[in-house]
């Protein structure tokens, strides 16, 4: 009984883990040049008499009915940050960093440079 008693709070317990892991959400980061059709609730950025699409952390240039996804334009503002980003300190100088793009804050805007 007491043997019966131990294999169900193992049992109990390995449950608990896998369903805490089924609940993990991974993004990944789409490569550069793959094509999407339709992107969520994008901002139109003009830069250099080009129209970027900035949704989610994610840089598009629309080509016909299609959004492909493209580098940061270095030099390109935006007005607020994409969610998740983080502070890092190149040379002394602060920056802020959304999946290898790095972010300097003007005034109250934020610049993409590369470091």
């Known amino acids: ?17 896998s369903a805490g892991n089924a609940q993990r959400i991974v993004k990944v980061y789409p490569k ?6 339709t992107v ?5 950025v003009l830069h250099r008499g080009i129209n970027y699409h900035f949704a989610s952390g994610i840089w598009y ?3 016909g009915k299609e959004y492909v996804v493209c580098a940061a334009p270095r030099g390109i503002v935006i007005k ?3 969610r998740g980003h983080r502070v890092v300190f190149v040379k002394g100088r602060k920056y802020f960093a959304y ?12 610049k993409v440079v590369y470091v």
Do not use: E
Not at 99 to 110: E, W
């Open 1 to 17: 009984m007491k043997n019966l008693k131990i294999g169900l709070v193992i049992i109990a317990f390995f449950g608990m883990l």
């Open 40 to 44: 969520h609730k994008p901002r139109i």
């Open 32 to 37: 550069h040049g793959t094509i999407v059709t």
């Open 61 to 63: 240039k629309a080509r």
């Open 99 to 110: 999946k290898g793009i790095h972010y300097q804050k003007i005034g109250r805007t934020y």
């Open 80 to 82: 607020t940050l994409p």
